[in-house]
């Protein structure tokens, strides 16, 4: 199968292209910079995240994953930024779509569990109304862009993604290396995850299953709160996991971008169990002691 990626250089992208390679499946990566399609398989397309380049042939699927980054501390032109970054990709993934189509064509495309809002210790599915939050406001704006192609069209309401090598884990390890770790916040409220083998997998899951449509929470089924969470990963390092960070001193540190590292929910992963996914790591101690081993 022919596949189109955008954001292939991201943490996700990364691991999916090198998945789908190893399947024998083509892969048309769009990205800033000038790439080398080095490996097999493999042919990088330069874009400029606004409309995908006529190089680019008619494919199977399309995996919208591009977006800047939300973990910098946002000032007014930098939150227009993370709207428009997200908004564009799709809008050309989109109009793309429009004017390449074929039947049984997939359209994959990223959001997130902030959709919901800071819903905290609410659960959470795909049939739950949007918050009012910043965050939820980018994800509502980001899913709109998706409308109008022929395709298939599944969102993923993506959790926090954990690998230890880039992501949000990698940051949250020194602390706990330094004797401090401990839950963020209240430490009650739900904190949503995947590990990333199991995000790639999802990914892959749903673009061969016909019968998926829509949202789709991309998260671990097993809900856990932040102080499990910290508890777990204590644990896992063999570190304590007791040193509380209060969300006053995270919101003088980040400014109003704390509220993606003390906020949260319980989101359930219904479409998933429904179609027979299987997760490889649904419990966050096996999960970071495969990570962390």
Known sequence: MKYLITGGTGLVGGRLIASLLADGHEV????????????????????????????VPVVDVV???????????????????????????????????????????????????????????????????????????????????TAGTSARTVIMRISVVLDKEDGPL?????PYKLFIGGPVGSGKQGFPWIHLDDLVAGIRFIAANDQINGPVNMVAPNAIRQQEFAKALGKAMGRP???????????????????????GAFV????????????KYPEIGNALKQLLS
Not at 43 to 55: E, M, N
Not at 112 to 137: H, K, W
């Open 28 to 55: 048309h990566n769009l990205g800033r910079g000038v790439g080398k399609s080095s490996k097999k398989g493999l042919v990088h397309h330069q874009w400029d995240g606004k409309a995908v380049p006529d190089s």
């Open 268 to 279: 359930e992963p219904k479409v998933l169990k429904a179609n027979g996914f299987q997760w």
């Open 170 to 174: 990698a940051k949250m390890l020194t």
């Open 63 to 145: 995996v919208n994953l591009a977006g800047a980054s939300i973990g910098k501390r946002w000032n007014e032109a930098y939150k227009k930024l993370l709207v428009s970054s997200r908004v564009e990709a799709t809008t050309a993934c989109t109009n793309y779509l429009k004017k390449n189509s074929k039947p049984g064509q997939v359209f994959i495309s990223a959001s997130g569990f902030n959709y919901y809002g800071d819903f905290l210790e609410t659960p959470v599915t795909e049939s739950s109304p949007a918050g009012t939050s910043f965050m939820s406001s980018i994800c509502q704006q980001w899913e709109a862009a």
């Open 241 to 263: 996991s007791f040193f509380r960070l209060p969300k006053w001193v995270l919101e003088l540190v980040f400014g109003e971008m704390s509220v993606v590292l003390w906020g």
